[in-house]
């Protein structure tokens, strides 16, 4: 089952515009982290953010965490048609050693030239 | 590109067969997650292997099952193949305990006729 839903489910943008992804999530995480897929290919990983930070940049990128709400966002500004793909949010719940990633459904990112 | 390679990329069998994937974790990590991805979906966890144990299931049956050698690559076999085994199975790996950022693989698609 999927743990994450995104939102948009698809989302078309103009290159130089900004684009804002969010993520919702049900259970408790350790932490949170962004993938991205290009043509349903192996996933690229792109920030994770613990549940303890509100904000982190990377970039070009931008993620915030809002734990009381069980939510998140992916800023991707001044997008580049290279940034066409799908892009994940997978919830790690564990505090342990091992990662083991719940993902959402994914969204899907066109920037046109 | 990551450093984990999967083989084959592609397959197709018929339904009722058996199939094996393999996976080469990258250098230095100890952990091969596997997941499966239906088309226009997000990555579903398999199972985790760490130092050579199952280090956790997700909700798929037993017929599918996994090794880990002690060079760390992975094996993930699939008994009995159904319709529903079409995807694309990915393998990821981390160096448990130290880092919970993945390394995904390309993947193998595989097609169950």
């Known amino acids: 089952s999927q743990q994450g839903e995104e939102d948009p489910q698809a989302l078309s943008i103009q290159e130089g515009e900004n684009a804002t992804m969010n993520c919702s999530y049900k259970?408790?995480?350790?932490?949170l982290q962004w993938y991205r897929q290009n043509s349903g290919r192996g996933l690229v990983h792109l920030i994770l953010?613990?549940?303890?930070?509100r904000e982190k940049h990377s970039g070009r990128l931008r993620v915030t965490l809002d734990t009381s709400k069980k939510s998140s966002s992916l800023l991707i500004t001044a997008s580049r048609a290279a940034d066409t793909a799908s892009y994940f949010c997978?919830?790690?719940?564990?505090?342990?050693?091992?990662?083991?990633?719940?993902f959402g459904k994914g969204i899907t990112l066109s920037v046109r030239p | 590109e990551t450093g984990v390679t999967q083989s084959p990329t592609h397959l197709i069998k018929t339904r009722g067969q058996q199939v094996t994937l393999r996976c080469s974790s990258q250098?230095?990590?100890?952990?091969v997650s596997w997941y499966q991805q239906a088309l226009g979906q997000g990555p579903q966890f398999i199972f985790q292997?760490?130092?050579?144990?199952?280090?956790g299931r997700g909700n798929f049956p037993p017929r599918f099952s996994g090794l880990q050698f002690p060079n760390y690559s992975s094996e993930l076999n699939v008994n009995a193949l159904e319709l529903d085994d079409s995807a694309l199975y990915l393998c990821?790996?981390?160096?448990?305990?130290?880092?919970?950022?993945?390394?995904f693989g390309p993947g193998t698609r595989l097609t169950v006729t």
């Open positions: 292997y760490y130092r050579e144990e199952e280090n």
């Open positions: 997978a919830t790690d719940p564990y505090l342990g050693a091992n990662s083991k990633l719940t």
């Open positions: 953010i613990r549940s303890n930070e």
């Open positions: 990821a790996s981390h160096q448990g305990g130290r880092s919970y950022e993945q390394y």
């Open positions: 250098s230095g990590h100890n952990t």
């Open positions: 259970t408790s995480i350790n932490n």
